[in-house]
């Protein structure tokens, strides 16, 4: 059974960059019927979908964070990461990575999330 | 930018059907997918391509789509459906997800 696991620090400082690492289990990251994405949700609100990862290198970003954020693979450790710069307090929310398929474009499963605080 | 528009909130007696509809301008062209989200939990794919049920889903959950608006029906609604539930297409290469309505069994 497939399963991902968010991991990264809690708390970022204004204008520094937000890390976090998805590790996937029970499946390979370079299954070519799959993309990776990161989801993030601010407390008490909806989804928002931050971008795509595809094992060939193949990226697809929300036009509104293409800016700042870069999705990276590391396939000798089955995982793949997000780096999100100049984070302000509109980026704090917890951060999902979910599998993401090619054919049909549902998002599953996801990870647990992780709470991401930006603040001094 | 693309947006998906969901209400807010719905409200069904335990036993009833409930029903979320998710509107958008370009759902005509793209298929919808839905998710279910409780407390403190991630979501969960319940609906794929407008009215595909992923196994695991029970069968009481149900979709359909016509013209600009898809519709997420739960029939003989349970106490443990109350969740948020998502709706999401595609606009291109960029994922869209609806507002959220959060259903609650009275």
């Known amino acids: 059974q497939l399963q991902l696991q968010e991991s990264g620090p809690g708390l970022v400082k204004p204008s520094e960059t937000l890390s976090l690492t998805c590790t996937v289990s029970?499946?390979?990251?370079?299954?070519?019927?799959?993309?990776w994405a990161w989801i993030r949700q601010p407390p008490g609100k909806g989804l928002e979908w931050i971008g795509n990862?595809?094992?060939?290198?193949?990226?697809y970003y929300n036009p509104s964070l293409k800016s700042r954020v870069a999705i990276s693979v590391d396939t000798s450790k089955n995982q793949f990461s997000l780096k999100l710069r100049s984070v302000t307090a509109a980026d704090t929310a917890v951060y999902f990575c979910?599998?993401?398929?090619?054919?049909?474009?549902?998002?599953?499963?996801w990870g647990q999330g992780t709470l991401v605080t930006v603040s001094s | 930018s693309y947006e998906l528009t969901q209400p807010p909130s719905v409200s069904v007696s335990p036993g009833q059907t409930a029903s979320i509809t998710c509107s958008g301008d370009?759902?005509?062209?793209?298929?919808v997918c839905w998710y279910q989200q409780k407390p403190g939990q991630s979501p969960v794919l319940v609906i794929y391509?407008?009215?595909k049920r992923p196994s695991g889903v029970p069968e009481r959950f149900s979709g359909s789509s016509s013209g600009y608006t898809a519709t997420l029906t739960i029939s003989g609604t349970q106490a443990m459906d109350e969740a948020d539930y998502y709706c999401?297409?595609?606009?291109?290469?960029?994922?869209?997800f609806g507002g959220g309505t959060k259903l609650t069994v009275l």
């Open positions: 990862f595809y094992f060939t290198g193949s990226t």
């Open positions: 979910a599998r993401l398929d090619r054919g049909e474009n549902w998002f599953d499963p």
């Open positions: 391509q407008d009215t």
């Open positions: 999401q297409a595609w606009d291109s290469s960029t994922a869209v």
């Open positions: 370009k759902l005509g062209d793209n298929y």
């Open positions: 029970g499946g390979s990251i370079n299954n070519s019927s799959y993309y």
